[in-house]
Nanobody, 122 residues
């Protein structure tokens, strides 16, 4: 009922920048927190950045000062601006959202996007 679609991944050289976008679609829902996770080959998925409905943000230490998460509630979209990219940032990046469906039956959902690949070459 609620879907997330990511875009903006690709191949970039070390030191470069990319901007990821994640748009939520559906009907009768309210988005609470949104976040970006990533999963590198052979590694567990990890939380990269998260933003609440009150626009409080948190980041893993390895991206602080380089990545910025933001949201546009009018567009139901969350962004991840990634600067000074490093080869170790290479991963599939997944968008995540905590959503409340406000139509009957009212319920809370955790929704995931399909992922977008970011490759940083050295």
């Amino acid at each position: 009922q609620v879907q997330l679609v990511e875009s903006g991944g690709g191949l970039v050289q070390a030191g470069g920048s990319l901007r990821l976008s994640c748009a939520a679609s559906g009907s009768m829902f309210v988005i609470n927190a949104m976040g970006w996770y990533r999963q590198a080959p052979g590694k567990q998925r990890e939380l990269v950045a998260r933003i609440t409905s009150g626009v409080n943000t948190n980041y893993i230490d390895s991206v602080k000062g380089r990545f910025t998460i933001s949201r546009d509630d009018a567009k139901n979209t969350v962004y991840l601006q990634m600067n000074s990219l490093k080869p170790e940032d290479t991963a599939v990046y997944y968008c995540n959202a905590d959503v409340k469906v406000v139509s009957f039956p009212v319920r809370d959902l955790e929704v995931w996007g399909q992922g977008t690949l970011v490759t940083v070459s050295s």
